[in-house]
Every structure is written in structure tokens, then in C-alpha cells.
């Protein structure tokens, strides 16, 4: 299975790529080799310039838990994503398709050490092949997905979603009655629209953004496409309410 589809809180249905298992594990690779780097630095640093009996105590305590706090810090604090991840173009997501919360993220991570056993991550890469949804233990037990998104923004696409101001907010009005769950929804939609089909397109035009569009009275412009006045609701929502 490539591609799952799931039905947001808003009642829409969304598309998610799933992940693949070797770019996982490249990320994964990236990931141990930074957390294992890190650990060791502040290990040094702590018996360098602490108390002998307290910077041996913090050594300890790095070198034992410092893989599963980057990624409980990484994942639960940067929307789902690691260095690893972010360099392959992962992201961890609830298997509803919200984003991950700092709760599934700590659960995930915690349960890695039952990835090594039998042997190293064998357990892990046999649950992610026979998972319907590509999860290991960790995912499956924290209710979560790690799947394939592009960070960066294409080339032909004016308005990136996290900075500046829209050329269209003018045309948004000043949004006072938008609410949270709608900003997501059309953030999602926004971030997704250039790969989905053309159908699915269509659908979250006419399902989400006409019914918004209508409720807070922001007027099609003439050639312009729906989905750059999305883009400056979200643009605008989002600098407004400190979420960029």
C-alpha cells in the first residue's frame, strides 16, 4: 500500500503517501548517528565541566536516553519531523491525519527499544512490512504514520504558506470569525493541492473552500485561481494568530 486515505475531522478525505521502508531507513541511519554525536558531546561536556559525581551521573543518563529524547524532542516540538526525516522528506502524522501530538510522539519513541529485539530493528522493519499502514510497534501502539512530504516549495508557486504577506490578503477581509480547525483544513489543502488529482482538487474546492469562501464572504477574483485566496486565508490567519 502507497497511498491511504483518511477521512480529517472536518469531514473531508485526504490523501497521505506513505513512507518508504529504505528511505525510512536512511533516515533513520541520519537520525542515530546525530542523537548517538550529541550524546556523546554533552556526555563530555557535562564530566569536563561539572562535579565528577554529578557529571558522570548526566553521562550516564545522556548515553542511556539521549537516542529517545531526540526523537521525542524533534518529533513532538517540530511538527512531526527530525534531521533525518526532513532531509528525506518524512514526516510523522496521527494515522488520522492530524499532526502528531508531543504525547504519540513520546509514546513512539519510547517503544523503539522493542524495534531491536530479536535482533537490531528486526522486529521494527517485520511490523512496517506486514503493517497495512507501514507502522512499527511504536506507530501502531501511539496511532500514528510516517509519510512522504516535500518541504521545500515548487519553483512556480508565488506565495509560500510561512512567511510574508499575500498579495491577495487584501481580498480575505480580516477573518475575525475564522476558527482554528478551519485554518488547519485549508492549510492542509493548500500545502497538498499541487499533487493532488485533479478530482480530489476539485472536491476540496467545492466541498471546503466554496462553503468557507461563502461563510466569510470572500469573493472569487476574476482570473485569479481559489486556491491563491486559500493561500492568503491561511497566509493571513496564520501571521495574525502567531502560528507561522
Same mark, same amino acid.
Given at each position: 500500500?502507497?497511498?491511504?486515505?483518511?477521512?480529517?475531522?472536518?469531514?473531508?478525505?485526504?490523501?497521505? =503517501?506513505?513512507?518508504?521502508?529504505?528511505?525510512?531507513?536512511?533516515?533513520?541511519?541520519?537520525?542515530?548517528?546525530?542523537?548517538?554525536?550529541?550524546?556523546?558531546?554533552?556526555?563530555?561536556?557535562?564530566?569536563? $565541566?561539572?562535579?565528577?559525581?554529578?557529571?558522570?551521573?548526566?553521562?550516564?543518563?545522556?548515553?542511556?536516553?539521549?537516542?529517545?529524547?531526540?526523537?521525542?524532542?524533534?518529533?513532538?516540538?517540530?511538527?512531526?519531523?527530525?534531521?533525518?526525516?526532513?532531509?528525506?522528506?518524512?514526516?510523522?502524522?496521527? $494515522?488520522?491525519?492530524?499532526?502528531?501530538?508531543?504525547?504519540? $510522539?513520546?509514546? =513512539?519513541?519510547?517503544?523503539?527499544?522493542?524495534?531491536?529485539?530479536?535482533?537490531?530493528?528486526?522486529?521494527?522493519?517485520?511490523?512496517?512490512?506486514?503493517?497495512?499502514m507501514s507502522q512499527?510497534?511504536?506507530?501502531?501502539?501511539?496511532?500514528?504514520?510516517?509519510?512522504?512530504?516535500?518541504?521545500?516549495?515548487?519553483?512556480?508557486?508565488?506565495?509560500?504558506?510561512?512567511?510574508?504577506?499575500?498579495?491577495?490578503? $487584501?481580498?480575505?477581509?480580516?477573518?475575525?470569525?475564522?476558527? =482554528?480547525?478551519?485554518?488547519?483544513?485549508?492549510?492542509?489543502?493548500?500545502?497538498?493541492?499541487?499533487?493532488?488529482?485533479?478530482?480530489?482538487?476539485?472536491?476540496?474546492?467545492?466541498?471546503?473552500?466554496?462553503?468557507?469562501?461563502?461563510?466569510?464572504?470572500i469573493a472569487p477574483?476574476?482570473?485569479?485561481?481559489?486556491?491563491?485566496?486559500?493561500?492568503?486565508?491561511?497566509?493571513?490567519?496564520?501571521?495574525?494568530?502567531?502560528?507561522?
Amino acid at each position: 500500500m502507497n497511498e491511504i486515505n483518511v477521512l480529517v475531522p472536518e469531514k473531508v478525505i485526504v490523501s497521505y =503517501r506513505l513512507a518508504r521502508n529504505g528511505v525510512r531507513v536512511i533516515a533513520l541511519l541520519i537520525d542515530t548517528f546525530l542523537s548517538v554525536l550529541a550524546s556523546f558531546v554533552i556526555s563530555i561536556l557535562a564530566t569536563m $565541566a561539572l562535579p565528577q559525581a554529578v557529571g558522570s551521573a548526566i553521562a550516564m543518563l545522556t548515553i542511556t536516553f539521549g537516542y529517545f529524547v531526540y526523537f521525542i524532542l524533534l518529533e513532538g516540538f517540530w511538527n512531526g519531523v527530525t534531521v533525518g526525516k526532513y532531509m528525506m522528506g518524512l514526516r510523522v502524522r496521527m $494515522a488520522d491525519g492530524t499532526p502528531v501530538t508531543f504525547a504519540a $510522539a513520546m509514546y =513512539r519513541n519510547l517503544l523503539r527499544f522493542a524495534d531491536f529485539f530479536p535482533a537490531m530493528y528486526l522486529t521494527g522493519a517485520a511490523t512496517i512490512y506486514f503493517s497495512d499502514m507501514s507502522q512499527r510497534l511504536g506507530d501502531m501502539a501511539a496511532g500514528t504514520i510516517v509519510v512522504s512530504e516535500k518541504f521545500a516549495k515548487p519553483a512556480d508557486q508565488t506565495a509560500p504558506h510561512n512567511y510574508g504577506i499575500h498579495a491577495f490578503e $487584501a481580498n480575505v477581509g480580516d477573518l475575525r470569525t475564522m476558527t =482554528r480547525s478551519e485554518y488547519v483544513l485549508l492549510k492542509h489543502i493548500a500545502d497538498r493541492f499541487p499533487d493532488m488529482p485533479e478530482v480530489s482538487r476539485q472536491k476540496a474546492l467545492d466541498t471546503v473552500w466554496q462553503p468557507f469562501a461563502k461563510n466569510h464572504r470572500i469573493a472569487p477574483v476574476e482570473n485569479v485561481h481559489p486556491l491563491y485566496l486559500m493561500e492568503a486565508v491561511v497566509m493571513k490567519y496564520g501571521r495574525l494568530r502567531g502560528l507561522l
